[in-house]
């Protein structure tokens, strides 16, 4: 018998033996959405001046506008807050469900025009790990927006938080909705002008109209019923009650309509990712 051959089928005969177990053993998320939720981080981060820094900025600007213009005259919580603290985490909020949708819508609308898409789809990567990868790197640059908000208003309003639990809760739960929104904005839209509707006609209206600048208790009966009907009242109303341990409604209530609107988009964004639909085209 040759001694190469033997010495050479010895050494093969562990890996062969052991492969069954790698394939077993290997994770969820694997290095398919590593690489991609990388590349959606790194693709924000390497324009943070237009990314991070400009929303940061824009949303000082309004802190300061609003609060010099209403300040002593609208009055919220019974007068137990300054309208400038009511307002910091209104703004926040605001900043990081826009950036959140921003960033994935952007990024896939970007993909499929330059026809880039398709470096994402062939390698065996899964609908799961597309999805974790797009909506994680959204929310990644919806907190950093939103964090960088909250500092940069600390030396104008300093706005203590008594809830932190709830603050990170509504933070993270609001950005994944953003995010996952705006993976199914992404995929339905063909080109910039269909992305500019979901803009224009459905994030900016519910945005103002969900209680940043204002308490919904200021309004009429007829006008507080519909604000309760805004997914966005529940997502900003519950974010400002880990400021201050007061809200419009109670927090639970708002913690389980966002949870059931990450549920429900998840499952829709899972579907269309599943399906190819208009992916594959």
């Not at 939720?37 to 924000?44: A, D, G, Q, T, V």
């Not at 926040?92 to 609308?109: G, P, T």
Request: charged share 10%.
């Amino acid at each position: 018998m040759n001694p190469v051959a033997t010495r050479a089928s010895q050494t093969d005969a562990p890996l062969v033996a052991a492969s069954p177990v790698t394939r077993h053993s290997s994770p969820l998320l694997g290095p398919g959405f590593q690489a991609l939720f990388y590349k959606e981080c790194l693709r924000f981060w390497k324009v943070a001046a237009q990314t991070v820094v400009a929303p940061v900025v824009t949303t000082l600007l309004y802190l300061l506008i609003f609060s010099h213009v209403l300040q002593g005259t609208a009055k919220v919580f019974d007068g137990r807050i300054s309208y400038g603290e009511f307002l910091v985490p209104g703004l926040i909020m605001m900043a990081v469900l826009q950036n959140a949708f921003a960033n994935s819508s952007s990024s896939l609308i970007q993909s499929k025009m330059m026809r880039s898409l398709i470096f994402i789809l062939l390698p065996p990567i899964t609908s799961l790990e597309i999805f974790c990868a797009y909506v994680g790197g959204s929310m990644v640059r919806g907190l950093c927006v939103g964090f960088g908000v909250w500092l940069i208003t600390l030396p104008f309003i300093p706005a203590s938080v008594q809830h932190p639990f709830w603050v990170i809760a509504f933070a993270a739960g609001g950005s994944a909705i953003m995010g996952t929104l705006g993976l199914i904005a992404g995929i339905w839209s063909e080109k910039f002008d269909h992305l500019s509707l979901f803009q224009n006609f459905i994030i900016m209206p519910l945005t103002f109209l969900s209680g940043v600048f204002y308490s919904i208790h200021s309004l009429s009966a007829f006008w507080q019923s519909l604000s309760h009907f805004n997914p966005f009242f529940y997502m900003i109303d519950g974010f400002r009650y880990g400021f201050f341990g007061m809200s419009d409604v109670s927090p639970w209530l708002s913690l389980s309509v966002v949870l059931f609107f990450v549920v429900l988009l998840s499952t829709v964004a899972m579907r269309m990712l599943a399906t190819g639909y208009k992916l594959r085209q």
